[in-house]
């Protein structure tokens, strides 16, 4: 298959859960194309094309580290293709990791993924899906309540301080729009700064205030589910818990946590029973889900990761399952043409 990945910038991308799933599509014999946001091409009466590097079918990696240093490096060439030749186009750019320089670059990689995916080729995930998920922490809010701690969404001072008090004044805050860890803040009696981080997190728009769950003290768990199910390789499961930094609540990799084991338990299992059948019905091919205990406290749609993380502690990256699971869906589409829409493909076994 013809599979093109769009990343965020691949100047600027690091070797991490994208890269991993390229250097397996090209392992299994499969012609990989890699762009930037910025490389779509549009001429009015044209099929939508990009300006995509393609990696050479007999380069050879030893590993998805070397696979990216060869990748920036430029040692393969960048060409003009046009969408309606792909099979596969992966939406793999993070628009909350754009920073306002680049505010272009936010809504690009899924406007002309719904272009593309209009045009026939399968979309992962499906474009639309992605264009009503695009808030994912406001897609997360329209799940089961049982399953989220409470939780507004605001930008009053005012209904915050009231959420703050009746939480007991300990409190999470973030961005409706952030990633990585960036701008949370646990809040308790004790913080001296609430006015001004309260402020801080208005200027950059809607702010969540998070009921706090003591558990988070032991770290939280990524489950990474495909189809809606949670992914199996080996006769191992996408379960990875995340072991916050000493003195540090927040458990993203990005600052510094480490990964640990975790088992599905019957509490997990509850929280993928009453989120799957959303994701299957929207689309949503490749999703994250972070939970502590009992609670999902965040979904991540745009470009769920952790796959090189697995290997810390002994598990298969899970990069294969997710191209043989995009080889079927393509089979599938050659075999019933027409019958399904890009939605139903996207999450179908």
């Keep these: 298959m013809k599979i093109c990945f769009v990343l965020n910038d691949i100047a600027t991308e690091k070797s991490g859960s994208s890269v991993l799933m390229m250097k397996k599509a090209h392992d299994l014999g499969h012609e990989v194309m890699v762009m930037g946001v910025g490389d779509f091409f549009f001429k009015h009466d044209k099929p939508l094309s990009m300006h995509c590097i393609r990696i050479s079918k007999t380069a050879k ?37 754009e920073d306002t320089a680049r505010q272009w670059a936010e809504h690009a990689g899924v406007a002309f993924g719904r272009m593309i995916q209009q045009e026939g080729v399968l979309v992962l995930n499906d474009a639309f899906a992605l264009s009503y998920a695009f808030i994912d922490k406001l897609y997360f809010e329209e799940l089961p309540s049982e399953i989220k701690p409470d939780s507004i969404i605001t930008r009053k001072k005012e209904d915050i301080l009231e959420f703050w008090e009746k939480q007991n004044k300990k409190m999470v805050l973030k961005p409706l729009e952030g990633s990585g860890g960036r701008d949370v803040y646990l809040i308790d009696k004790n913080e001296k700064n609430i006015n001004q981080i309260i402020e801080n997190l208005t200027q950059q728009g809607y702010i969540i205030a998070q009921e706090y769950l003591p558990a988070v003290k032991d770290g939280d768990v990524r489950v990474l589910l495909m189809n809606g199910k949670v992914i199996e390789e080996k006769g191992k499961q996408s379960i990875i818990r995340r072991v916050s930094g000493e003195g540090e609540f927040r458990s993203n990799f990005a600052l510094g946590a480490t990964a640990d084991s975790s088992k599905l338990t019957k509490a997990m299992q509850k929280i993928v029973d009453l989120t799957a059948p959303k994701l299957i019905r929207d689309g949503l091919f490749l999703v994250g889900l972070d939970v502590v205990k009992d609670k999902l406290i965040e979904i991540n749609v745009l470009s769920p990761g952790g796959l090189e993380h697995f290997k810390d502690i002994g598990l298969p990256d899970f990069s294969e399952s997710i191209i043989k699971a995009i080889e079927r869906k393509l089979y599938y589409k050659e075999k019933f043409p027409g019958q399904f829409p890009n939605k139903v493909l996207a999450t179908m076994e």
């Excluded at 070397?66 to 993070?94: P, S, Y």
């Design 61 to 97: 990696f030893d590993s998805a580290e070397h696979f990216l240093e060869r990748l920036q490096a430029g040692d393969f060439k960048r060409k003009e293709t046009l969408a309606t030749t792909l099979d596969v186009l992966f939406i793999r750019n993070n628009p909350t990791e």
